[in-house]
């Protein structure tokens, strides 16, 4: 009996030992997100910030790029309502810095997800733009600290900012904070971001953010706790001062994180700012809600078309010779499918091509493909209107090309889904298809763009809407393909898509 009591204290000994070592290792999660009002990622990791690469070396880095005509202009209030509500401009009709017509209440911040699903958390943001405070993140703080910048001047509010965020980091339970720093914007708009005054700004955020962090290493119970970090930018700036047009450099954001889950280095795709959302509410083990656009990093769904090999300009010289961006090799089994007879035009959309935002975008700005935010990395492009570019073959013929899937093997199921991003506008007699072939049979139609009010765009744009459709498998039926076609266009628009997934049940 004296053995078996021994044994067993043992065993509730090794037991309590594991026991502990569990409860040691499971840190408290908390997060910060820092945002840096048009600060550009490439004048940002140029400067003399030692406390932002310091960030960047140890953890997640990568340039991103926003939306454009069709979507929203690139200005604030747009940008930081995608940034705290984690969905696009076409859900939270954040349009300019009126916040005219927006739908905020449909949207709340990320600080007010976490503050409705854990009301336990002590939540707090200190910002110095005040429609940041009024309008995005009019309530879900235990505490909110907002000062007008624009009136009292941002290199001094910047400063009351960090000293009272700072308090809260190092003393407070701050399990999930936003600070917000402004002068950058301001160095922009009155100097451009290739002066020297917009670089001073940069190092004055790098000292900040120092301090912040400092803040957050000087916490008692600093070693017990899982922090998520995260910077980011709600736009760039042109070379001599401005934003809300289209150029790469308006368009420019970027997302750096450290902490928690978030993976190390820079993803072979870029991220987006719809991603810091989730992110957030992944760290705090809150469930990100089915409307948001982002995913947490490193959790996007792979995409078969990022495999594709691009290759640097040819027809299109208004692109910089170092941007990879097209190639027409299909990836991963796909088939890119030209009309016998389609006359030649620019070399880079003579049929379906593969491409990216970065290329794409720079054929022709201002044209609403900046919009095609939900596309991210490599995605499919038929784009007649760039086509006709060269030598106008419109004029002889007309723009028929098919992007055809792999065959998917449908024995014994009933139905095959689809879904993807689709980025299509409207103009004269083009349309768009997408039809499904079984076991090498004739095309049904599954959906249909055209200039008709009664087909799936109404006779209108889809601008970066995503799309899904059933189709019935018919009895016997052993394989399907699916195509996506642009044809019947001269001198029109385009299609674009992007990540198509296909379920079979």
């Known amino acids: 009996m004296r053995r078996t009591l021994s044994l067993l204290s043992v065993l509730v000994a090794v037991a309590g030992l594991t026991s502990g070592v569990a409860v040691a290792a499971a840190k408290t999660p908390k997060v910060l997100v820092i945002g840096l009002d048009g600060a550009r990622f490439d004048k940002l990791m140029a400067a003399d910030t030692p406390n932002v690469h310091a960030l960047a070396n140890r953890g997640y880095v990568s340039r991103s790029s926003l939306y454009g005509s069709g979507m929203?202009?690139?200005?604030s209030g747009p940008g930081w309502s995608t940034i705290l509500t984690g969905v696009w401009p076409d859900?939270?009709?954040?349009?300019?810095?009126?916040?005219?017509?927006?739908d905020l209440a449909?949207?709340?911040s990320w600080l007010a997800r976490a503050e409705t699903a854990n009301p336990a958390l002590d939540t707090y943001a200190a910002v110095d733009w005040t429609p940041i405070g009024d309008r995005i993140l009019r309530t879900g703080q235990d505490r909110k600290f907002v000062l007008n910048g624009d009136s009292a001047g941002y290199e001094k509010t910047d400063e009351q900012v960090a000293v009272d965020a700072e308090k809260h980091l190092k003393q407070d339970k701050a399990d999930a904070s936003f600070v917000y720093f402004g002068q950058t914007d301001i160095a922009g708009h009155e100097h451009g971001a290739d002066s020297s005054q917009y670089e001073a700004s940069l190092r004055t955020d790098d000292a900040l953010i120092g301090r912040l962090l400092a803040a957050v290493d000087a916490r008692a119970d600093r070693a017990n706790e899982d922090w998520l970090i995260m910077i980011s930018s709600d736009h760039g700036h042109t070379p001599s001062g401005g934003h809300g047009g289209d150029t790469p450099e308006e368009r420019m954001t970027f997302v750096i994180?450290?902490?928690g889950a978030v993976p190390a280095g820079t993803p072979a795709v870029a991220p987006k700012i719809v991603d810091i959302a989730p992110t957030v509410l992944r760290h705090l083990g809150i469930a990100a809600p089915a409307v948001y656009d982002g995913y947490p990093l490193g959790a996007v769904p792979s995409d078969v078309f990022d495999s594709a090999v691009l290759k640097p300009r040819q027809d299109e010289t208004g692109v910089p010779s170092g941007v990879l961006g097209w190639t027409h090799d299909a990836p991963g089994g796909w088939t890119v499918r030209n009309a016998s007879g389609m006359p030649a035009g620019v070399t880079e959309w003579q049929g379906w091509a593969f491409t990216t935002d970065d290329f794409w975008t720079r054929t022709a700005p201002g044209q609403q493909r900046e919009a095609n935010?939900?596309?991210?990395?490599?995605?499919?492009?038929?784009?007649?209107?760039?086509?006709?570019d060269k030598g106008s073959p419109s004029s002889r013929g007309t723009f028929d090309s098919s992007l055809v899937s792999p065959s998917l093997d449908v024995s014994g199921k009933s139905t095959v889904d689809v879904a993807f991003v689709s980025h299509y506008r409207q103009e004269g007699t083009q349309r768009g298809a997408l039809t499904a072939s079984f076991d090498g049979g004739p095309e049904q139609n599954v959906l249909a763009y055209g200039p008709e009010s009664g087909t799936a765009n109404k006779g209108g744009d889809v601008l970066s809407v995503p799309t899904s459709a059933s189709v019935r498998v018919p009895a016997g039926a052993r394989s399907v393909k699916l195509?996506?076609?642009?044809?019947?266009?001269?001198?029109?628009?385009?299609?674009?898509?992007?990540?198509?997934?296909?379920?079979?049940?």
Not at 72 to 75: D, N, Q
Not at 91 to 102: A, L, R, Y
């Open 72 to 75: 929203a202009p690139t200005v």
């Open 257 to 259: 994180a450290a902490g």
């Open 106 to 108: 449909s949207h709340p």
């Open 91 to 102: 859900k939270h009709e954040v349009k300019d810095n009126s916040f005219t017509g927006n």
């Open 483 to 505: 195509t996506w076609r642009l044809y019947a266009a001269g001198n029109d628009w385009y299609w674009a898509v992007d990540a198509p997934r296909f379920t079979i049940r």
């Open 373 to 388: 935010a939900r596309a991210r990395g490599v995605f499919a492009v038929a784009d007649p209107d760039e086509w006709d």
